[in-house]
């Protein structure tokens, strides 16, 4: 499959920054709310499949196969005009508001320690997952709700000759969430240790195999990959780091090190503050952090300032900032984030997502200031941090 010579420029820009060294420009990524973009489409006044990643020419877009545990169509509990209320295969029973950004997860058939050990989990190399349509529930239900998505390899078939394409698993932490809840999942962590440490090898398993597969389904047309999983909110983890030490940590460092076998860099999407573990993710071969959260206390200068090139920052701009509008104060920011890219190593991207609250134009603002000051060698100005 033939790629537009833009796209070796943009795969090459993305991995020199990643192997921290200077590429021609700092390259730009993000994930984006349906929400966003349908405002977007209307501030700039663009047509109706207008989209981001080829508007701005942005160098880096992720995919994701199907990763619910078990493979079967959303299971529809009531739909009207303003909601609809699915059941998916991660067993969870979610609610989705269409006037909302974000779904309400109400109930999980797996709500006891006994029901997770014994839950029995489908193929990680099924075709379904990565060669057939089908209802999954990262795809499905998040900002928007789509039943039946495409099929994940001719998604990224269509993608590659323009974009690098990262394929994407989540790990166990992220599996609790979605399929026993993070209350349950918080509380069992205190009252069966040992028992849910046992389950959480299974689904390490189950994820580090569902990594192998979809990289052998996509057969060389993956760039990269995307590792996601909460551990942490605003303050700290969400639970003690030893015992994310002794059971979440090796099956991330697994699955790095099989993407790394076959030449595939790693990014990991991590919400909260993480600083506890950080040297822990550098130690197990990390390639770049994602998003670090400026309202977690996060700043990507003071990380590069203190782990200089033994990780790439992806990310860190403060999206609570470009909700606001300000575009004095999000210049200066824009600016100033830049200091991380000395010597490569940073990709641009927002601290989350670009929400339905950020403006098109605001957007658009921050694109361009990243072109015109993100082109090497840097030139800062009255931003330039000594690093």
């Not at 200091?339 to 605001?362: L, P, Q």
Request: aromatic content about 12%; proline content about 5%; charged content about 25%.
């Amino acid at each position: 499959m033939e790629r537009t010579t833009n796209c070796l420029a943009k795969l090459a820009r993305i991995n020199k920054a990643l192997h921290h060294e200077e590429p021609d420009r700092v390259p730009i990524s993000d994930f984006f709310w349906g929400g966003f973009i349908r405002r977007w489409r209307k501030e700039l006044g663009l047509p109706d499949n207008a989209n981001p990643y080829t508007y701005y020419d942005l160098d880096l877009i992720v995919t994701n196969p199907n990763l619910d545990p078990q493979i079967k169509p959303f299971e529809t509990i009531r739909e009207d005009a303003t909601e609809v209320v699915v059941k998916t295969g991660f067993g969870a029973t979610i609610r989705k508001k269409f006037d909302f950004p974000m779904p309400e997860f109400a109930a999980f058939d797996t709500d006891t320690i006994e029901k997770l050990e014994t839950f029995q989990f489908d193929d990680p190399s099924d075709c379904r997952r990565y060669f057939e349509g089908g209802d999954n529930q990262i795809a499905g239900v998040g900002d928007g709700f789509e039943r039946n998505s495409p099929p994940w390899i001719e998604t990224v078939k269509s993608l590659r000759p323009d974009i690098p394409v990262y394929g994407s698993v989540i790990e166990c932490s992220e599996c609790l969430t979605r399929m026993v809840g993070q209350a349950n999942s918080l509380l069992w962590i205190a009252m069966y240790p040992d028992e849910l440490g046992a389950c959480i090898n299974r689904i390490g398993q189950f994820y580090l195999d569902c990594t192998k597969a979809q990289i052998a389904a996509a057969d060389g047309l993956l760039d990269g990959f995307v590792i996601w999983g909460d551990v942490a909110y605003k303050q700290n983890m969400l639970f003690d780091p030893v015992y994310w030490r002794e059971y979440f940590k090796p099956w991330v460092k697994k699955m790095i090190e099989e993407c790394h076998r076959h030449n595939l860099p790693v990014i990991y999407h991590g919400c909260g503050n993480v600083k506890l573990i950080l040297e822990d993710f550098i130690e197990i071969g990390l390639d770049g952090y994602n998003p670090l959260e400026v309202k977690a206390g996060l700043d990507a200068v003071q990380l590069k300032k203190q782990y200089g090139d033994k990780l790439a920052y992806c990310g860190n701009n403060d999206i609570q900032l470009w909700e606001s509008g300000d575009l004095d104060l999000i210049r200066q920011e824009t600016i100033r984030k830049l200091n991380a890219a000395k010597h490569g190593g940073y990709i641009f991207m927002s601290d989350h997502s670009v929400s339905s609250n950020v403006s098109g134009k605001t957007y658009d603002y921050i694109v361009n200031l990243v072109r015109e000051y993100g082109k090497y060698p840097l030139k800062l100005e009255e931003f330039d941090v000594e690093m």
